[in-house]
């Protein structure tokens, strides 16, 4: 048995793993996917010192206190930048870190230097609600945005994606032992239409595995390709 930790990217919740949660349960491993504080029903909990430190910790105590150790580590999206805090506070709880078409950050970058272009936009399209600054406000619809085109998907996605607070988008990742992380092992799936050729650090980052798939999807291929998705995160359970 394998234990799989997951974890969502901006504006989702621990929700958007179900479809493979329940794939990878069936093949008789243990799933968690943790929301982040002030995401998806833990939306209550939204605050103005809601960052990609507090996302960080949200993962290393369900680690902690839920004593989890040789896991794989994955994240998507905005989700990159939170693992790999993770992996460098607790690099002896994690067998493999997997990117899935995610933030590929290095010491002292936030999610807004990694795509500028893409978080200006989101930032542009932002309120500040209860002082706190939101971005990827809800809307009809919205799940198209993520590259989900059936619409069953995209009215399930209606009822539960939620705003995300820039502050973590914003925030610089540190680490204490960069070195130390590299040295985990880890597995890049991308979605081949997300992939920025024309930008050569970042497509090499997308592809610094030592396993790397690629997937012909939208960004949210948790939902549009989970049977591709759940059968890569279970090879790599035999690697």
């Known amino acids: 048995m394998t234990t799989y930790v997951l974890v969502h990217g901006g504006g989702h919740g621990g929700w958007c793993w179900q479809k493979i949660a329940t794939r990878l349960r069936a093949a008789g491993h243990e799933v968690h996917t943790p929301t982040l504080t002030g995401l998806g029903e833990r939306s209550h909990l939204m605050g103005p010192d809601v960052g990609l430190d507090t996302h960080i910790t949200d993962v290393v105590n369900l680690i902690c206190f839920e004593g989890l150790n040789d896991m794989i580590l994955g994240g998507h999206s905005y989700g990159g930048m939170v693992i790999t805090g993770v992996a460098d506070r607790v690099p002896e709880h994690i067998r493999r870190l997997v990117y899935l078409d995610a933030a590929h950050p290095a010491n002292g970058q936030s999610l807004a ?125 035999d690697v």
Request: proline content about 6%; aromatic content about 4%.
């Open 113 to 237: 230097d990694v795509t500028p272009s893409l978080m200006g936009m989101a930032r542009s399209m932002g309120q500040v609600i209860n002082g706190v600054e939101l971005v990827l406000l809800p809307m009809e619809g919205a799940g198209r945005f993520y590259g989900v085109e059936d619409d069953a998907d995209v009215a399930w996605m209606d009822k539960r994606l939620t705003a995300h607070p820039w502050k973590s988008f914003e925030d610089k990742l540190r680490l204490t032992d960069e070195r130390r992380l590299r040295q985990i092992p880890r597995a890049n799936i991308n979605c081949i239409p997300t992939m920025d050729p024309d930008d050569t650090e970042s497509h090499a980052r997308q592809r610094d595995g030592d396993r790397n798939y690629e997937i012909e999807t939208g960004h949210d291929l948790m939902i549009t390709e989970p049977d591709k998705v759940a059968a890569i995160l279970l090879e790599l359970a």
